[in-house]
Structures are given as C-alpha cells and as structure tokens.
Antibody, heavy 124, light 107 residues
Framework: EVQLVESGGGLVKPGGSLRLSCAAS????????MSWVRQAPGKGLEWVGR??????????DYAAPVKGRFFISRDDSKNSLYLEMDNLKTEDTAVYYC???????????????WGQGTMVTVSS | EFVLTQSPANLSLSPGERVTLSCRAS??????LAWYQHKRGQAPRLLIY???NRATGIPARFSGSGSGTDFTLTISSLEPEDFAVYYC?????????FGQGTKVEIK
C-alpha cells in the first residue's frame, strides 16, 4: 500500500525546536520529490519546502517564512523524510503534511501521495 | 510578488449541479497548475496535475483546463462527497504556492 505516515508533532514553546518525521512505503522513495505542506488553523494550505531526489540533485528549497529556521532532510535507506524546525514561532502552529511526487518534477510532477498530517502547536 | 487568485471564494450548490471554479495567476505559468480537494480532518487529495491531467483514481466528472494565467476546474455533476474546499497550486515559480481556496457548500 502506498503510504506516508508523519510523526513528531506536539506542543512546543516559542523559540523551541521540534523534529517531524515522515515514513514512506509502497513506492520507490529514492526517486521521489518530497515536500512539507502546512495548514494553520482557519487558514489555507502553504508549501513549506521541498527536497528533490538525489538523482535530480537532492537540493532543498524553502518558503520565505521558514528559511533559515527549518531544515528538510531525507534518508533514502530508511525511506524517510524529516523536518527540523528551530526557533519556532506562534505563527508556525499548523498541521504539517508530508507529500510526495513519485516521479521527478522535471518530467511528470504529481503530488498525489499525502500523509494524514501531524499537529504542531507553538505556545507558551 | 506571485499570486494565485481563486474565484469565487464560496459557492452554495445542490447535488447534480455543474460547477466551474477559476484560478488566475499573476504571471504566466505555462500549464504548471494542479487542483486539490481538501476536506476537514483529511489530507488534501490531488485531482488534476499540469492543468488538465486527472490524477489516478479521480472520477471523470472532474476536469481541468487552461494555460498561461487562466485556469478552470469543472465538476460536471456534483456528488454529495464533492462538498469540500478546492485549491489551485502552481509549480512554475518557487516558492510553489496555493490559491486561497474555494469552499463548495451544500445548498
């Protein structure tokens, strides 16, 4: 079964850190472009960042609100994606989704695999 | 600043009706546009990628069209399970961005 399962969400104080994980199964993870997308309470969807497949360079890109504070990594040997979040702010409170395009976005790009999300609450 | 603008913001419709949702880009993005359906408490669901390609398992009543700056998602006949929020999303320019969403409600 094709699946993404996030974990690691929780309550953290402003300025704190948190690490989210996303476990993938049912597709060739190493070929996939992976991303994190979030939804703050009452708001729309926001693309947080992406990491390309190693074959496509493995580069990481971030949205402006998180650049310099968040770091995306992938471990293809463990079929896992991570999001390290530092210096968290109250406005980072959101449900964080892991999502995947099983094929390279240089050819056919379809983020059709999504996890159920993990809630991150930043509050004192 | 790149912006995706969806219209209308809200729609109140009955099952069986035809729906047309609009997404306008502030710059030309070729066909690099996707549509997602999102229901409360669930993961977003990809409906359409690259403007007009239905994702795997998506019913034929969903169709997408457009190129450049103007895009449309059409639902030919609303089913009860189609009441949700719909987002367009561009992948032409980083950061990839979503529109603000259109909420389709039951009348």
């Amino acid at each position: 079964e094709v699946q993404l399962v996030e974990s690691g969400g929780g309550l953290v104080k402003p300025g704190g850190s948190l690490r989210l994980s996303c476990a993938a199964s049912g597709f060739t993870f190493s070929n996939a472009w992976m991303s994190w997308v979030r939804q703050a309470p009452g708001k729309g969807l926001e693309w947080v960042g992406r990491v390309k497949s190693i074959a496509d360079g493995g580069t990481r890109d971030y949205a402006a609100p998180v650049k310099g504070r968040f770091f995306i990594s992938r471990d293809d040997s463990k079929n896992s994606l991570y999001l390290e979040m530092d210096n968290l702010k109250t406005e980072d409170t959101a449900v964080y989704y892991c999502t995947s395009s099983a094929t390279s976005c240089f050819t056919l790009c379809a983020f059709d695999i999504w996890g159920q999300g993990t809630m991150v609450t930043v509050s004192s | 600043e790149f912006v995706l603008t969806q219209s209308p913001a809200n729609l109140s419709l009955s099952p069986g009706e035809r729906v047309t949702l609009s997404c306008r880009a502030s710059q030309r993005i070729s066909n690099y546009l996707a549509w997602y359906q999102h229901k409360r408490g669930q993961a977003p669901r990809l409906l359409i990628y690259d403007a007009s390609n239905r994702a795997t398992g998506i019913p034929a009543r969903f169709s997408g069209s457009g190129s450049g700056t103007d895009f449309t998602l059409t639902i030919s006949s609303l089913e009860p399970e189609d009441f949700a929020v719909y987002y367009c999303q561009q992948r032409s320019i980083w950061p990839w961005t979503f529109g603000q969403g259109t909420k389709v409600e039951i009348k």
